[in-house]
């Protein structure tokens, strides 16, 4: 009797141990940092810079997306430079704000010489104050998708 107790006391702790003990030894994907939209991310020193990208209907001019959260309590800038195109846009942010430029309630923040490719990307180069700067590829989508239809410039 006894023997049976201990075997089915053996046979329910190896039931339970098998089945919790797999999100222990399982790679957890949802632990990794991932860009919910079609922009991409980066961050700057004190700023949180999301969902990046550039709305263009030829190619030739586009309208920059962006959305900067300060983390910090200091006012930050944050420099944004069209790598291949020479453009330079100051964007300052308030400690513990958020800035959105781009979207279908502000005002658009036009580069005028893209010379890029819809359905491409572009170099852009970021800086925020003593801060390392970050290169990211920006993709360049058009108004195609009823999201971006009123974006482009």
């Known amino acids: 009797m006894k023997a049976r107790l201990a075997a089915s006391a053996a046979l329910a702790l190896g039931i339970a141990i098998g089945g919790s003990g797999c999100a222990m030894l399982t790679y957890q994907a949802t632990t990794e940092k991932y860009d919910p939209s079609d922009g991409v991310s980066a961050d700057v020193g004190a700023l949180d810079v999301r969902n990046v990208l550039v709305v263009s209907d030829e190619g030739d001019e586009g309208?920059?997306?962006i959305y900067v959260t300060n983390t910090g309590t200091d006012d930050e800038t944050l420099s944004v430079q069209f790598v291949?195109?020479?453009?330079?846009?100051?964007?300052?942010?308030?400690?513990?704000?958020?800035?959105?430029?781009?979207?279908?309630?502000?005002?658009?923040l036009l580069i005028e010489n893209l010379d890029a490719e819809v359905g491409g990307l572009v170099s852009v180069y970021l800086q925020a104050g003593s801060a390392e700067g970050v290169?990211?590829?920006?993709?360049?989508?058009?108004?195609?998708?009823p999201e971006y239809e009123d974006l482009v410039p």
């Open 63 to 65: 309208n920059l997306v």
């Open 135 to 145: 290169e990211i590829q920006v993709p360049v989508l058009d108004g195609r998708l």
């Open 84 to 108: 291949d195109q020479g453009d330079t846009f100051e964007i300052d942010v308030d400690g513990g704000e958020t800035v959105s430029l781009g979207t279908a309630d502000e005002e658009p």
